[in-house]
């Protein structure tokens, strides 16, 4: 009889650190943060252009994001928008434009999808925008502690 309690006392103590957010309570609320700023960075094909900064934007409700919103922005202030990626006004690329135009909004709706930073996976060759985006989602879920 001692064996099998064991096991099952173990097996209740992790569901309850489960439900429980292992201490990570969050209040309700939209909260707002931003990453540093990255100059002089390279994306993975070589390319000059991760140089900016991320601002996001999660809302909670109930211990769990239910939005998410990623907008990048180059050094300047300047949002990069639907020319972001173009060299000269045309797509040089149409891979790496694709990949510029497209991994903020991935990222923000994997995680309000998931629910969890660990569980939003890097796009190859927006990796920096990655990085932006995990930093300042700490950020904002720092705020966020109750």
């Known amino acids: 009889m001692k064996k099998r309690l064991?096991?099952?006392m173990g097996?209740?103590?992790i569901t309850v650190l489960?439900?429980?957010?292992c201490g990570s309570n969050y209040a309700d609320g939209t909260y707002t943060a931003q990453s540093s700023v990255y100059?002089?960075?390279e994306d993975d094909e070589g390319d000059a252009g991760g140089d900016g900064y991320?601002?996001?934007s999660i809302t909670i409700r109930d211990n769990v994001i239910v939005d998410c919103t990623f907008t990048t922005?180059?050094?300047d202030g300047t949002e990069k928008d639907e020319d972001y990626g173009k060299q000269d006004g045309?797509?040089?690329?149409?891979d790496y434009y694709n990949k510029a135009q497209r991994a903020g909004q991935n990222y923000a709706e994997q995680l309000a999808a998931k629910g969890s930073l660990d569980q939003v996976d890097a796009i190859s060759g927006a990796t920096i925008s990655y990085d932006e985006f995990k930093e300042a989602v700490r950020l904002a879920l720092k705020q966020a502690k109750s």
Do not use: C, R
């Open 39 to 41: 100059e002089g960075l």
């Open 6 to 8: 064991l096991p099952l």
């Open 73 to 75: 922005y180059m050094t």
């Open 18 to 21: 489960l439900l429980s957010g």
């Open 11 to 13: 097996l209740t103590l």
């Open 90 to 94: 045309e797509i040089a690329n149409q």
């Open 54 to 56: 991320g601002v996001v």
